[in-house]
């Protein structure tokens, strides 16, 4: 028995806020939207794809409280003008201590969950 590979990430999100969810990670973040199963529409959320079979669900969680710590880190191209992009949405973008071969920041979605950004150094 082994693992295969990570088939996706599920972050929460307070109910009736799939629009930001939609101009946050579709918007600004570039992922691509994809239709839920029909038996799970019902719940809310949404899901998103990304280059290199990249998946973010996001659930409805009652209840809910913002990962802060926990979080996906994406890997991405032109960190500069994703930061830029960010910043005139007006999304706060932090930096932490560097990683070796990496340029990094983090931001929030517009839920408070913790998203690291990864762009590789030549």
Not at 41 to 49: L, N
Request: with cysteine; charged share 30%; hydrophobic share 45%.
């Amino acid at each position: 028995m082994r693992i295969l590979r990570l088939d996706h990430i599920q972050l929460a999100m307070p109910p009736g806020r799939e629009a930001e969810a939609r101009r946050f990670y579709a918007g600004l973040l570039g992922l691509r939207e994809v239709a839920k199963p029909a038996a799970l529409a019902g719940r809310g959320g949404a899901w998103f794809e990304g280059e290199a079979g990249l998946r973010l669900h996001l659930g409805v969680e009652r209840g809910f409280r913002p990962a802060r710590k926990a979080h996906p880190a994406f890997l991405v191209e032109d960190l500069a003008g994703l930061l830029a992009a960010l910043a005139a949405a007006g999304c706060e973008v932090l930096e932490d201590a560097p990683l070796e071969g990496f340029e990094r920041r983090f931001t929030s979605d517009p839920f408070g969950n913790r998203i690291e950004l990864l762009e590789p150094r030549p």
